[in-house]
């Protein structure tokens, strides 16, 4: 009678380490759960895409100018800190920018004249243009046109060189390179 007992207790034993080992595990695995979820909807990246990166120089008038597209796929706000052409900064009394929500598909072009309130057609659609005097903000899902007058010291002699453009945010750089062209007009 004594052994049929003591197996009855055995049996509860090992009955019990399992419901321990089961509630452990699925306890583990709700952490986990809740932890990958609470990482996945709280934390948002910054992502800006460049494009349509141009830089010209008008043997015409002796002066340079870049044009890039920036559009925000990421999750969060940008705020551009700083534009530098060749790894020099570029004033911000030289940048023009429109922010917008269109799809744009059509490349941008050399203008003859930038200044504050420029209408510049880009495909069908005509955007004016302000002149940047500080840091500029993009929001989430938004497109900016950016000009930038005379960037580094661009001549004559570059055209056909590559040269870089970096944009500074508070947690990137994006970085993009285009040959200089020559303005044909």
């Known amino acids: 009678m004594f052994k049929l007992l003591r197996n009855r207790l055995a049996l509860s034993t090992v009955v019990t380490t ?4 089961v509630v452990a595990v699925l306890l583990a695995t709700v952490v986990v759960y809740y932890a990958t979820n609470v990482v996945g909807t709280r934390v948002q990246e910054e992502s800006l895409h460049l494009t349509k990166h141009h830089i010209w120089y008008d043997a015409n008038v002796g002066a340079s100018q870049a044009a890039i597209m920036i559009i925000n796929t990421g999750g969060r706000d940008v705020v551009i800190d700083k534009i530098t052409c060749r790894g020099q900064e570029s004033a911000w009394t030289n940048v023009y920018y429109n922010v917008t929500t269109n799809a744009i598909s059509a490349d941008l072009e050399y203008q003859l004249t930038l200044a504050n309130g420029t209408s510049i057609a880009i495909g069908s659609t005509s ?5 940047a005097s500080t840091d500029v903000l993009l929001k ?7 000009y930038v007058a005379s960037p580094d010291s661009i001549s004559v002699n570059d ?3 590559t040269v870089s453009t970096t944009l500074f ?4 750089m994006y970085h993009r390179e285009a040959n200089v062209e020559a303005v044909t007009l």
């Open 159 to 161: 055209v056909g060189l």
């Open 18 to 21: 399992l419901i321990i080992l």
């Open 127 to 131: 955007y004016t243009f302000s002149q």
């Open 140 to 146: 989430s899902g938004q497109t900016m046109l950016l």
């Open 169 to 172: 945010t508070a947690q990137a």
